[in-house]
T-cell receptor, first 109, second 114 residues
Framework: GNSVTQMEGPVTLSEEAFLTINCTYTATGYPSLFWYVQYPGEGLQLLLKATKADDKGSNKGFEATYRKETTSFHLEKGSVQVSDSAVYFCALNDYKLSFGAGTTVTVRA | EAQVTQNPRYLITVTGKKLTVTCSQNMNHEYMSWYRQDPGLGLRQIYYSMNVEVTDKGDVPEGYKVSRKEKRNFPLILESPSPNQTSLYFC?????????????FGPGTRLTVL
């Protein structure tokens, strides 16, 4: 079946540091890939998505590129802020949504 | 405002006492689902519904029931809760099941079963 593996946390960074969260997937079809973010005490919300190979999703300074050859969708941000502290989930949807375990990111001032 | 609402947000109950968590969306979405979130496991789907009166099991349906009598509502029912159902629950909706569709999540219900 389909599955998503993302790097374990927690990740602690200083403000303006570079963030990368690795995500790899296993899928039999042609899934769409997502990053969802969960701020403290809230539900998940879509951060960005890519629906086909080589697509780049971007939002709020975050980026991720759908790499079919390496089955990866790594999340990156060049300069994080305290407000980026959250749990980040990588997910794939191939008519069924599968989530990674989540990565907790804490950004310190 | 487009949103998914859940009630209650927090619930502490005892083993065996039936409970219902409500979920409602105002986006006229056809597809709705329930997830539970547990540390280290991400979100796992409990049940989903493609439309009114159409529901199906997800990955972890044991101990749960759902119904979809109206398009906007999708309640989750625990007939006889047990401590292993202590978790954070999310309802979600989307315009359909197609891979590119964004899921809209409710704020979550934290359930503790003693």
């Amino acid at each position: 079946g389909n599955s998503v593996t993302q790097m374990e946390g927690p990740v602690t960074l200083s403000e303006e540091a570079f963030l990368t969260i690795n995500c790899t997937y296993t899928a039999t079809g042609y899934p769409s890939l997502f990053w969802y973010v969960q701020y403290p005490g809230e539900g998940l919300q879509l951060l960005l998505k890519a629906t086909k190979a080589d697509d780049k999703g971007s939002n709020k300074g975050f980026e991720a590129t759908y790499r079919k050859e390496t089955t990866s969708f790594h999340l990156e941000k060049g300069s994080v802020q305290v407000s980026d502290s959250a749990v980040y989930f990588c997910a794939l949807n191939d008519y069924k949504l599968s989530f990674g375990a989540g990565t907790t990111v804490t950004v310190r001032a | 405002e487009a949103q998914v609402t859940q009630n209650p947000r927090y619930l502490i109950t005892v083993t065996g006492k039936k409970l219902t968590v409500t979920c409602s969306q105002n986006m006229n979405h056809e597809y709705m689902s329930w997830y539970r979130q547990d540390p280290g496991l991400g979100l796992r789907q409990i049940y989903y519904s493609m439309n009114v009166e159409v529901t199906d099991k997800g990955d972890v349906p044991e101990g749960y029931k759902v119904s979809r009598k109206e398009k906007r509502n999708f309640p989750l029912i625990l007939e006889s809760p047990s401590p292993n159902q202590t978790s954070l629950y999310f309802c979600a909706s989307s315009s359909g099941r197609a891979p590119g569709n964004e899921q809209f999540f409710g704020p979550g219900t934290r359930l503790t079963v003693l």
